[in-house]
């Protein structure tokens, strides 16, 4: 199997790389890719250990991006980055820290609102990561016995994203996305394939045309959020565009919206990933 999409808890996956990497073999995956959120840390770490376990390991990245000029969020993977490499560093590192921030504030505001919880508590969920994400407050909420799951009524209650203060969670905090097009050059820049992942999720298919004009190769098809109509809408958009079709799990651990979500369970298929293969050299080449 063959999963193109994964986290570790470096971002906001309750698993750490080793144990992502075991599930993975037990779940039969062949070939992993690691794509945490912003950052390329543990990418090394990751590779050492695929090799030791016999899992291929592509070193990979998801941008948290927005086209301004729409108006919408987009996530766009990076695979085959260079782990460390500059201009990935320079785009992403900002956003990190600025999302680190905007945490503080949230559970400064959680708290304001009688919630039990501090910011130490909220800490020792993300030790290994780089920085904390909603996931490891709600953690923290769930341990004070405040909810029973990551994800639910208090979850909307806290965060809820809206169009206007008043329609909006009562701990919500805007933080600035990476603009797309400068996701995806800053992946290319770092020998990556772009790929626009979970386009269903975001709506994302009207601005393919111009994401590919600006250097996209590839579109995820297959993801847990995808319904059919979904993975029909980008299989045609690949037709269309000569992009590749990846797949994968989105795998959060404890921290995933399903907890059916297992690695490897969206598999794009050998016939893709060879496509991919070629993709990336000739785009190493040139």
Not at 90 to 108: G, I, T
Not at 164 to 170: D, H, I, Y
Not at 237 to 247: D, H, R, S, V
């Amino acid at each position: 199997m063959i999963d193109l999409h994964c986290h570790t808890n470096i971002s906001d996956n309750s698993f750490s790389i080793e144990e992502v990497i075991r599930l993975a073999k037990d779940n039969g995956v062949k070939h992993l890719a690691i794509t945490d959120h912003d950052t390329t840390k543990g990418l090394l770490k990751a590779m050492e250990i695929g090799k030791q376990i016999d899992v291929d390991i592509i070193p990979g990245i998801e941008i948290s991006a927005y086209d301004y000029e729409r108006n919408r969020r987009a996530h766009i993977l990076g695979l085959y980055v260079t782990p460390g490499h500059a201009s990935i560093d320079e785009l992403c590192s900002p956003l990190v820290v600025k999302r680190h921030e905007a945490s503080w504030q949230m559970v400064s505001r959680i708290q304001e609102a009688g919630y039990d919880i501090t910011w130490e508590e909220v800490l020792e969920f993300c030790k290994e990561g780089t920085g904390v994400y909603k996931q490891h407050i709600m953690h923290a909420l769930l341990n004070k016995g405040y909810t029973d799951r990551i994800y639910g009524d208090l979850y909307k209650k806290l965060f809820k994203r809206g169009d206007s203060p008043t329609n909006r969670g009562l701990a919500f905090v805007s933080i600035h996305y990476i603009d797309v097009f400068d996701a995806i050059r800053v992946i290319r820049e770092a020998g990556g394939i772009p790929v626009l992942a979970h386009p269903g999720q975001f709506d994302n298919f009207s601005e393919v045309e111009d994401w590919v004009r600006a250097g996209l190769e590839g579109i995820e098809v297959l993801h847990p959020l995808h319904d059919k109509e979904a993975e029909k809408k980008a299989r045609a958009l690949a037709e269309k565009w000569n992009l590749i079709q990846t797949g994968g799990s989105d795998f959060h651990g404890f921290y995933g919206e399903s907890s059916a979500v297992s690695i490897g369970s969206k598999s794009i298929g050998l016939e893709h990933f060879n496509q991919l293969l070629e993709r990336k050299n000739i785009l190493q080449k040139n």
